[in-house]
T-cell receptor, first 114, second 113 residues
Framework: GENVEQHPSTLSVQEGDSAVIKCTYS??????FPWYKQELGKRPQLIID?????GEKKDQRIAVTLNKTAKHFSLHITETQPEDSAVYFC?????????????FGAGTRLAVHP | DGGITQSPKYLFRKEGQNVTLSCEQN?????MYWYRQDPGQGLRLIYY???????QKGDIAEGYSVSREKKESFPLTVTSAQKNPTAFYLC????????????FGPGTRLTVT
């Protein structure tokens, strides 16, 4: 079936450094790619998303890039802060029976050390 | 954050018992979803519903059942047939089945012993 692979599974950076998380997807028809942030014991929160007609999107310290040809997309966090520490999930849309579903990656645990 | 509620936050059950997890939303969303989250894994889709009185199996529906009698409510029953029911269960909703953005509830952590 369709799947999304996410790397790395864990990432440790120093405060102020940049962090990059990468995902690849298998369904060439996918056209929506959200990123969620989940703090310990909390619900996933949508932090940024990108659609297939756009190659890059930025929101303050967070940016997402998409390469449709290679079927991969990445999350970039600049000037990391301790409060960025969380698990980040990527997802790709999939069409099923006329409706949209999201297929999630396995997650990346980001630790930002002061 | 508000709009989607799940109860209870923690649930404990004995093996062999069915248990129902609640999910309610007041966002006027047509579509609702149930996901299961295990440690070190992503979110896996159990069931989803695009409209009232209609729902479809997701990727891991075995041992689960749902109903959608009201637009606002999408309860999930974990039956005794589910081999490994202990997990964190997340409910989500979206404006419709053809829109993409999904918003999550706070989750229910189910422990079965």
């Amino acid at each position: 079936g369709e799947n999304v692979e996410q790397h790395p599974s864990t990432l440790s950076v120093q405060e102020g450094d940049s962090a990059v998380i990468k995902c690849t997807y298998s369904d060439s028809a996918s056209n929506y790619f959200p990123w969620y942030k989940q703090e310990l014991g909390k619900r996933p929160q949508l932090i940024i998303d990108i659609r297939s007609n756009v190659g890059e999107k930025k929101d303050q310290r967070i940016a997402v890039t998409l390469n449709k040809t290679a079927k991969h997309f990445s999350l970039h966090i600049t000037e990391t802060q301790p409060e960025d520490s969380a698990v980040y999930f990527c997802a790709a849309s999939m069409r099923s029976g006329g409706y949209n579903k999201l297929i999630f990656g396995a997650g990346t645990r980001l630790a930002v050390h002061p | 954050d508000g709009g989607i509620t799940q109860s209870p936050k923690y649930l404990f059950r004995k093996e062999g018992q069915n248990v129902t997890l609640s999910c309610e939303q007041n966002l006027n969303h047509d579509a609702m979803y149930w996901y299961r989250q295990d440690p070190g894994q992503g979110l896996r889709l159990i069931y989803y519903s695009q409209i009232v009185n209609d729902f479809q199996k997701g990727d891991i529906a075995e041992g689960y059942s749902v109903s959608r009698e009201k637009k606002e409510s999408f309860p999930l029953t974990v039956t005794s047939a589910q081999k490994n029911p202990t997990a964190f269960y997340l409910c989500a909703s979206s404006l419709s089945g053809t829109t993409y953005e999904q918003y999550f509830g706070p989750g229910t952590r189910l422990t079965v012993t």
